[in-house]
């Protein structure tokens, strides 16, 4: 696979990380392990990893982390993907909520909620998206209306990922309105076990229930847990975002990997032609990604704050993601055999049905291109066409 050389520093960062995986057990998850058993062996592991320092690499140190760059983060992931460690479960909090209370948060913020989200003790679920409100997320509806010592939050939000586990969700509503609708937004922060609170599990077409529709009825939500001043919200948000389509992108690609690590030891004399030509095309799309999105996190290392490029590193990893989960159908002969409880033959097609999601997740495919044409190449915003 690519080797890509950087800074002698930061591999000697990795040969530490890696004499630690050597001295301390990774846990290995069945494809049939139940949610429970998930979420504990998941715990374990963040609370080990984060005792021995390797999460949060790029956090200051006063809030737990080593005061690295996100080349050291991304060397973590690679080694856990090397070993074949399970995902970790607080993703969410360690790649988005987590910097962005390093950014925005207060203090007490700060020290309330940091050293938490390292350990997996709280694990987070981003409460964006509503029936109206995806691409276009401005449009968010739930309101928080201002109350004694706080809000009181109602509202609906859905494709809520890991809600069903979480302890905590940071939430994006409307605490005014305004002509311009991305004004008026808030940032909160948001107990799960708060009275008003409805988690719905929705099944997707791979038959996982990773996702949820979560009703806010009344929710009291303390002054304390406003993010930034009332009316920061999108600012907030898009900071949040560009957070997600750079750090929890480059764990997704590490999967594409995996997969194509496990094609190839597959092919043999009997694998037809286009299928090598298909996995040579992966190979290409691999190292590409890769290699797009070491050269942003050195960017980052030398100063620079995650802006739009993060949607380049989205868009061709989520594509080059889904082209090489279809490749691997040939494998199998090409069927997809869908029952009440999804797939129903084989961890091929679970692989491939899930990939589906991964160019609507974290933003679609259509809305990274809009922001490449506009923020990067600097086209201009076809107002008549697209409103
Ligand atoms: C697996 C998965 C996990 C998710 N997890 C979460 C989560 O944890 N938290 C959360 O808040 N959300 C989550 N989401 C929701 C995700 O962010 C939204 O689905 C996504 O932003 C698209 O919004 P939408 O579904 O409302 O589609 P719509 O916005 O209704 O889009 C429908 C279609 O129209 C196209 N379109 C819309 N606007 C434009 C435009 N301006 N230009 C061109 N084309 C356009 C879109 O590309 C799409 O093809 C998740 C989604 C998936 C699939």
Request: with cysteine; aromatic share 8%; glycine share 10%.
């Amino acid at each position: 696979m690519l080797k890509l050389s950087i800074s002698e520093t930061s591999e000697r960062f990795r040969t530490s990380f890696q004499e630690w995986l050597e001295n301390n057990p990774v846990p290995h998850v069945k494809d049939d392990t139940s949610l429970d058993e998930f979420q504990q062996v998941g715990r374990n592991w963040q609370r080990s990893l984060s005792s021995g320092g390797w999460l949060g690499t790029h956090w200051p140190q006063e809030f737990g982390g080593r005061g690295l760059s996100l080349v050291e983060e991304a060397i973590v992931q690679e080694e856990l993907v090397r070993v074949s460690a399970p995902q970790i479960l607080g993703l969410f909090g360690l790649t988005m909520v987590g910097p962005v209370l390093i950014a925005h948060g207060n203090e007490i913020q700060k020290k309330r909620f940091l050293s938490k989200i390292l350990s997996g003790d709280e694990i987070w679920c981003q409460g964006f998206s509503e029936p109206g409100a995806g691409s276009d997320l401005a449009a968010v509806k739930a309101r928080a209306v201002p109350v004694d010592g706080g809000y009181e939050l109602s509202g609906q939000k859905i494709w809520t990922s890991f809600a069903h586990v979480a302890d905590w969700c940071f939430v994006l509503c409307r605490t005014a309105d305004s002509a311009r609708k991305h004004e008026g937004l808030s940032y909160l922060l948001v107990d799960m076990k708060s009275q008003g609170i409805t988690t719905r599990p929705l099944q997707q077409i791979s038959g996982d229930k990773e996702f949820n529709e979560v009703f806010f009825d009344s929710v009291f939500v303390p002054s304390e847990n406003l993010v930034g001043k009332e009316g920061d919200g999108w600012k907030i948000a898009i900071s949040t975002l560009m957070f997600e389509r750079v750090v929890l992108t480059f764990a997704r690609q590490l999967q594409s990997e995996t997969a194509l690590r496990e094609l190839l030891a597959r092919v043999d004399a009997d694998t037809a032609l286009t299928t090598k030509v298909d996995l040579a095309r992966s190979i290409v799309d691999a190292c590409a990604t890769r290699a797009l999105a070491y050269s942003h996190l050195m960017d980052y290392a030398k100063g620079a704050a995650p802006g739009p490029e993060g949607s380049l590193d989205k868009l061709l990893w989520s594509e080059a993601f889904q082209r090489l989960c279809k490749v691997a159908l040939a494998f199998d002969g090409g069927d997809v055999a869908l029952g009440e409880h999804g797939p129903e033959n084989g961890a091929d097609v679970h692989r491939y049905l899930y990939s589906r999601g991964r160019t609507i997740a974290a933003g679609t495919s259509e809305i990274q291109r809009g922001i490449i044409a506009e923020r990067i190449l600097g086209l201009p915003r076809l107002k008549h066409q697209l409103g």
